[in-house]
């Protein structure tokens, strides 16, 4: 039996593992500022940094929640199985069959590979593989099998299926996009120069970190196809 095993997330838990810690912070600061345990706090920097400590330790604590055990059973040639545990929802069963697959991607993501399988009709899954040589090994092991399956298939017109989507990096849209983000990110510190305008240092902290990290992608990729 051809079973592939490792471990995923979803964007969904990673938004409630966030806001759980973000709800924990706020209340345990709220408790402890309403019955003065830490006495009068005076150093703003200090209340930030044990503010920032405890955050991190809540949202390390709370790990457990984002991960899903996956496992995809590859063995009947014309559907793909899959079986999901956490801790939150237990177990789930999905099925594809290879006829009905639109299209899949694999991509890099911000701290995860992103695997999504699209139906002709109806939604699709997607699943966020944590980034360790170990866990992506295992995934990776599924990946070429599950690419084989469907170059084989496709190879035979008549059980034609889906096809592999380029990433946004890979794309003319992407480039054109890559494109806006480099100007808009030069335009802002040209135009404070200009016009002598105040930085809002919460927003840059927002729009740069993702802006260069997209930017760096899209370079790495289009590089790669020149080649």
Do not use: W
Not at 73 to 79: A, R, T
């Amino acid at each position: 039996m051809t079973i592939y095993k490792f471990k995923a997330t979803t964007t969904f838990l990673i938004i409630v593992r966030l806001t759980l810690t973000l709800v924990i912070v706020l209340g345990v600061f709220a408790l402890v500022l309403k019955f003065g345990i830490l006495g009068k706090i005076n150093n703003e920097f200090l209340f930030l940094g044990f503010f920032s400590l405890v955050s991190f330790l809540i949202y390390y604590l709370l790990r457990r929640i984002t991960v899903i055990d996956i496992s995809i059973n590859l063995e009947d040639k014309n559907k793909i199985e899959i079986l999901s545990e956490n801790i939150i929802f237990r177990k789930r069963k999905y099925f594809f069959l290879f006829s009905e697959i639109k299209y899949y991607s694999f991509e890099n993501g911000s701290g995860y590979k992103i695997f999504c399988l699209k139906r002709n009709r109806g939604g699709n899954f997607k699943f966020l593989i944590f980034y360790t040589i170990e866990n992506l090994g295992l995934f990776n092991k599924f990946f070429k099998e599950f690419k084989n399956i469907i170059e084989s298939q496709n190879s035979a017109p008549p059980l034609s299926t889906g096809y592999e989507k380029p990433t946004i990096y890979k794309t003319k849209f992407g480039l054109v996009y890559g494109v806006l983000i480099f100007l808009i990110l030069i335009a802002i510190p040209i135009t404070h120069i200009i016009f002598k305008t105040r930085f809002n240092i919460g927003f840059l902290l927002i729009l740069y970190p993702p802006s260069l990290f997209f930017l760096m992608r899209l370079y790495l990729e289009q590089r790669n196809k020149t080649k």
